[in-house]
């Protein structure tokens, strides 16, 4: 069983920046995660991804976001960053960790963090 510990979010003023991190924990050795991804929902709207960073190093960003935003992740800690930088107020979301294909000694996983609230507002 892997958790996804999600931190980071509150409340700022449209261009200020946040920085999100999300966390897999287990009780059993994590050997590598394939894609850690970062989604957000607004009200009213269906969820949307907004940035991927590989193992491989692949990297990809929702057009929204591009130059704005910075995914980045620390193996070796087994966490995943997201940089956000000149926030908007249409970036007002809950952001969502999603961390695909997670091996440890019990096998093979993916797993959503629980959400963190971000909003942007004057």
């Known amino acids: 069983q892997v958790t996804v510990l999600e931190s980071g979010g509150g409340l700022v003023q449209p261009g200020g920046s946040l920085r999100l991190s999300c966390q897999a924990a287990?009780?059993?050795?994590?050997?590598?995660?394939?894609?850690m991804e970062w989604y957000r929902q607004a009200p009213g709207k269906q969820r949307e991804l907004v940035a991927t960073?590989?193992?491989?190093?692949?990297?990809n960003y929702a057009d929204s976001v591009r130059g704005r935003f910075t995914v980045s992740r620390d193996d070796a800690r087994n966490t995943g960053y997201l940089q956000m930088n000149s926030l908007e107020p249409e970036d007002t979301a809950v952001y969502y960790c999603?961390?695909?294909?997670?091996?440890?000694?019990?096998?093979?996983?993916?797993?959503w963090g629980q959400g963190t609230q971000v909003t942007v507002t004057s």
């Open positions: 999603y961390l695909d294909r997670v091996a440890t000694e019990d096998g093979v996983s993916s797993s």
């Open positions: 287990a009780s059993v050795r994590i050997f590598s995660i394939r894609l």
């Open positions: 960073a590989g193992k491989n190093g692949r990297i």
